[in-house]
């Protein structure tokens, strides 16, 4: 049985290119709920914001009829603040401060924008998923600079489930099987470490 860390993709830029990639989760101040704070038209079809591992609508639907085990429900996440910045048409061989001025913080390129309510209507839906499942998990914390594989060891795995939270260590895990099928239809979203048995 293979089990590996669901990682997002380093981008180009470091945190500003994360911030127009993956952009913000919002939050309701009095209910709690969680929204989409983003840039588009460009979204990747499933990505991890923050501590988040979020779909869009047709991976939640292509999920819904996989044999996938482990994500025991999904949240729907208002689109509350999307911005139009269509980088991907930028020149991604020179600085991001050639293409943009770059004032205060890396969230700041999505929440000092306004809001384009046509633009996020023709964006998809998007969909917070909650992993059921915990995944028993060793942590060596001296060796927390070097490779996932380093310092990480899989205590426990039920064979069954694709989908785990670590229990001593934030971060998502997924099976060979969730692996293959995440790069067959969410190609290029997330990197995957292999992690070792604790003998």
Known sequence: MN??????????????????????????????????ERSGPYTPPAYLCWDFLIFTQPIKEKFEVSNLKGIGSFDYLEKTHIVELDW?????????????ELDGEPEDLITSRPHNE???????????????TALSVSVSRNNLDKEPSEYLQIIKADPAIDFFQGDEYTGYFVSQRAKDWLEHHCPGCFTFSLIPFAN
């Open 3 to 36: 089990i590996f860390l669901l990682d997002s993709v380093r981008t180009l830029w470091g945190d500003w290119s994360e911030a127009l990639e993956y952009g913000l989760i919002g939050r309701h101040e009095k209910t709690d709920a969680k929204s989409i």
């Open 88 to 100: 991907k048409k930028w020149d991604l061989t020179k600085d991001i401060a050639y293409h943009i």
């Open 118 to 132: 046509s633009l996020a209507n023709s964006m998809p839906e998007y969909w917070l998923a909650s992993i059921e």
